[in-house]
């Protein structure tokens, strides 16, 4: 497991943006699948997006495609999220999540990551 530690919620403006961070404690992200998700009140946590352990590819949710971007530095210590254009629905407790040499089948299931991060707020107000 690696320890995650997740900043840069808050609240903003309907068409404004935000940059989460996720790092990771100890350790690099080499080999590990970094992946966000949310949890807004009263629904289920829901997968936001992911970068593989390569650092290559990625997989993002269809209300978030074209306005949030995932990546990493070049040091694989810290992964982000950046989100443009957020709209009201984007309201919710962000999550990072990692597990070591994970594949893109599991990407967007919560249960395959066995690392979590503390959860971040991100308000957008109308």
């Known amino acids: 497991q690696v320890q995650l530690v997740e900043s840069g919620g808050g609240l903003v403006q309907a068409g404004g943006s935000l940059r989460l961070s996720c790092a990771a404690s100890?350790?690099?992200?080499?080999?590990?699948?970094v992946g966000w998700f949310r949890q807004a009140p009263g629904k289920e946590r829901e997968f936001v997006a992911a970068?593989?352990?390569?650092?290559?590819?990625?997989a993002y949710a269809d209300s978030v495609k074209g306005r949030f971007t995932i990546s990493r530095d070049n040091a694989k210590i810290t992964v982000y999220l950046q989100m443009n254009s957020l709209k009201p629905e984007d309201t919710a407790v962000y999550y990072c999540?990692?597990?070591?040499?994970?594949?893109?089948?599991?990407?967007?299931?919560?249960?395959?990551?066995?690392?979590w991060g503390q959860g971040t707020q991100v308000t957008v107000s109308s």
């Open positions: 100890g350790r690099t992200f080499d080999y590990y699948a």
């Open positions: 999540a990692a597990q070591n040499g994970l594949g893109p089948s599991g990407y967007r299931l919560a249960s395959r990551y066995n690392s």
């Open positions: 970068l593989s352990w390569g650092g290559g590819s990625t």
